[in-house]
């Protein structure tokens, strides 16, 4: 069992920066692929970036390649979402998952375990 919790959200203008946090607690986190979606009002979820065990691989929507980047610390068992220039049609609310598994992807359904969400409003 893994539970995940978010933090780090607010309120940013256009083109100014957030990091998000996702602590884990549990077992066996360094063993988990790790993931941020997040999901606009009225919108369906949508996967942000998702990153390796050992922090070497990551993946990347269109939307956010070249502006978030994914890491994660398995002393801390925490994994970071930091997002640069952001933009209005990034707000959202952000959760972090996990997936038990040395594979990576971007379907929701593939990942066992969620956190609450943070919400990120970024105003024009």
């Known amino acids: 069992q893994v539970q995940l919790v978010e933090s780090g959200g607010g309120l940013v203008q256009a083109g100014g920066s957030l990091r998000l946090s996702c602590a884990a607690s549990?077992?066996?986190?360094?063993?988990?692929?790790m993931a941020w979606f997040r999901q606009a009002p009225g919108k369906e979820r949508e996967f942000v970036a998702a990153i390796n065990w050992s922090g070497s691989s990551s993946d990347y929507s269109d939307s956010v390649k070249g502006r978030f980047t994914i890491s994660r610390d398995n002393v801390k068992n925490t994994v970071y979402l930091q997002m640069n220039s952001l933009k209005p049609e990034d707000t959202a609310i952000y959760s972090c998952?996990?997936?038990?598994?040395?594979?990576?992807?971007?379907?929701?359904?593939?990942?066992?375990?969620w956190g609450q969400g943070t919400q990120v409003t970024v105003s024009s």
């Open positions: 549990g077992r066996s986190f360094s063993r988990h692929v």
């Open positions: 998952a996990a997936r038990l598994s040395v594979s990576r992807t971007s379907l929701p359904y593939d990942y066992d375990y």
